[in-house]
C-alpha cells in the first residue's frame, strides 16, 4: 500500500516563500510519476506542477516561473518550492502518485497541507 504524507504548508506573506514537502512509502518511488495538485474552496482539483521518474518537469501557467517541482528518489521525497506566492495561491496543496509516467499522476493521494497567504 502506497502512502503519501505532505507537510510545509502554513501562513506566509505575499511575496514570500515556502516549501512542501511529500513523502511516499510503500511503493518504488524511482519509478513514479509525481504532482502536486491545489484545491480551492468549491473548485475542482487543479494539477500545479508534475515531474516524470526522469525528472521532466510541467508547470501550469500560473506558476511557472515562481514554482519549482523536484524529487529526491533517495529520500522518496518530492519537494514544490514555491516563490514569490500571492493570495490567489492559497488552497489545500496535496500530492498524487502514479507508478508510470502520466501527465496527471494521481493513482495515490496524500492528505493534503494548507497553505495561506496573507499580509
Known amino acids: 500500500q502506497v502512502q503519501l504524507v505532505e507537510s510545509g504548508g502554513g501562513l506566509v506573506q505575499p511575496g514570500g516563500s515556502l516549501r512542501l514537502s511529500c513523502v511516499a512509502s510503500?511503493?518504488?518511488?524511482?519509478?513514479?510519476?509525481m504532482g502536486w495538485y491545489r484545491q480551492f474552496p468549491d473548485k475542482e482539483r487543479e494539477l500545479v506542477a508534475s515531474?516524470?521518474?526522469?525528472?521532466?518537469?510541467y508547470y501550469t501557467d500560473s506558476v511557472k516561473g515562481r514554482f519549482t517541482i523536484s524529487r529526491d528518489n533517495d529520500k522518496n521525497t518530492v519537494y514544490l518550492e514555491m516563490n514569490n506566492v500571492n493570495p490567489g495561491d492559497s488552497a489545500i496543496y496535496c500530492c498524487g502518485g502514479t507508478p508510470k509516467n502520466t501527465d496527471q499522476p494521481g493513482d495515490y493521494w496524500g492528505g493534503g497541507t494548507e497553505v495561506a497567504v496573507s499580509p
Open positions: 510503500g511503493g518504488t518511488f524511482e519509478t513514479y510519476a
Open positions: 515531474i516524470s521518474s526522469s525528472a521532466y518537469a
